[in-house]
């Protein structure tokens, strides 16, 4: 006997449920990191409010798949570098009130958006299909990550943050075209 | 075009192989295609299910395809890889299972729970396999199942012996099969299944046992019939 409309009508809903139980999972990666933030950064409503923010992007991202699922990873990894800076630069009992902090962390908080622009962007380039895409939510997946410990800088720290993603990526985005152009 | 007859289907199969050996069906041209246009699933000249003689290289490979597909997100690899799947799976289950309906449901079963845990599939893993371990996993399901209702079986034996009876002999069956059951709930796991299969085989549905089974049912018997004057103080 054939499968009938309404057994693959069951197997699409297991599959949409199942997937979306999966993609939940990224949860695994991305509480650690909200909660580290939370913890240690000061701003436990912002860290909060921005690791469910992240949660929910990479989620849509892997429910969605294809070239929205296949950034999150490197994002997440960009941006865990751009957490870690800012809080390492916390950690070590460099001076972090009356605003010294916002001041001092600034450029660690660049610091690390450039290194996740420069990741992102240089793993962008090198895919065949859907370069925009995977930079752009690439990007925006490690700036909220990065801004998970950048927070700890407030605005200033955050808009150093994605100063450095911009001026990152810029360059290798801008090299990649060129290339691309060459050919 | 390829009639979707034996012969027809054979010569699809054999094309697509053809290309798979040339440098795979995304790659070739198939059944006068251009080189380079991919072959689909769904292609009407490429009836499903993709079967000879069971699972055979294609249906691996283009398993294995859809399910790359699948775990990247693609829901339109479901309707593809539903219908390649339905019939192996089917077999498998009729293969393991008696019924046909519990081959039936234990597919579909298996298949639900396929879908719901394909986008965690590794991608280096055997589709076919992994595929088979949950419908060999459901059939098991099924065959406990049946095993816990097989203990309810006397029940439905008394409600046919009193078709047909007085109301006073239905009440007498039911509170016979009652008080059995209670005596039987007291024996230990082992002992009602060694009872339930003797009574089985009696039926003609099981063959008989051997000199150890005998030995069993015999120590099942004399604790069921200490149970029942315990409880109720007459054989």
Redesign the interface.
């Known amino acids: ?3 009938s409309e309404m ?2 009508d ?3 809903r ?2 949409e ?3 979306m139980r ?2 939940l999972g990224v949860g695994a990666y991305v509480v650690p990191m909200a909660v580290v933030s939370v913890v240690a950064c000061g701003r436990p409503w912002v860290s909060a409010a921005n690791g469910l923010l992240l949660w929910a992007l990479c989620a849509l991202g892997r ?4 070239r929205f ?1 296949a950034p999150i990873g490197w994002g997440l990894a960009a941006g865990a570098a751009a957490l870690a800076l800012p809080l390492l630069f916390h950690a070590h009992g460099l001076p972090c009130a009356d605003g010294a902090c916002c001041r001092g962390s600034i450029p660690y908080c660049w610091g690390g958006g450039a290194l996740a622009g420069l990741v992102v962007a240089l793993r962008a380039i090198s895919i065949r299909e859907g370069r925009a895409s995977f930079l752009v939510y690439g990007c925006t997946v490690a700036a909220l990550a990065g801004s998970l410990g950048c927070v700890v800088g407030g605005l200033m720290g955050l808009g150093g943050l994605a100063a450095g993603l911009l001026l990152g990526s810029a360059p290798v985005v801008a090299w990649g075209a060129l290339r691309t152009a060459a050919r | 075009m390829v009639a979707r007859s034996m012969g027809g289907h054979d010569e699809a199969l054999d094309e697509v192989d053809a290309a798979r050996d040339v440098g795979g069906a995304a790659g070739a041209g198939v059944g006068g295609r251009p080189a380079g246009e991919s072959l689909e699933l769904s292609d009407p000249r490429l009836p499903l299910p993709l079967t000879r003689t069971g699972p055979g290289r294609l249906d691996r490979a283009a398993l294995q395809a859809l399910f790359t597909r ?1 775990a ?4 339109a690899a ?2 593809p890889a ?2 390649l799947l ?1 019939p192996m799976v ?1 077999r498998f289950t009729g293969r393991a299972l008696e019924r046909a309906e519990d081959a ?1 449901d234990a597919a ?1 079963e298996a ?3 396929v ?6 599939i590794d991608g280096s893993r055997e589709a076919i396999a992994w595929v088979l371990a949950i419908a060999a996993w459901e059939c098991r399901t099924v065959r406990r199942r049946a095993a816990r209702r097989g203990e309810l079986d006397g029940e439905r034996l008394d409600a046919r012996a009193a078709e047909g009876a007085t109301p006073e002999q239905e009440l007498v069956a039911k509170q016979l099969a009652e008080a059995a059951r209670e005596a039987l709930s007291e024996l230990r796991p082992e002992e009602r299944r060694v009872i339930l299969e003797a009574f089985a085989a009696e039926r003609g549905r099981r063959p008989d046992g051997g000199v150890a089974f005998r030995k069993r049912l015999q120590r099942a018997l004399e604790r069921l019939r200490g149970a029942w004057r315990a409880r109720h103080g007459a054989e």
Do not use: C, H, N
């Not at chain 1, 429910?63 to 294809?66: C, L």
């Not at chain 2, 990247?72 to 829901?75: L, P, V, Y």
């Open positions: 006997m054939a499968p057994t693959i069951r197997a699409r297991a599959f449920r199942g997937r999966w993609a429910w969605r798949g294809g699922a | 699948l990247d997100g693609d829901r479901i309707q539903y219908a339905w089917r039936e579909q298949l639900l729970k879908f719901a845990r394909v986008s965690q």
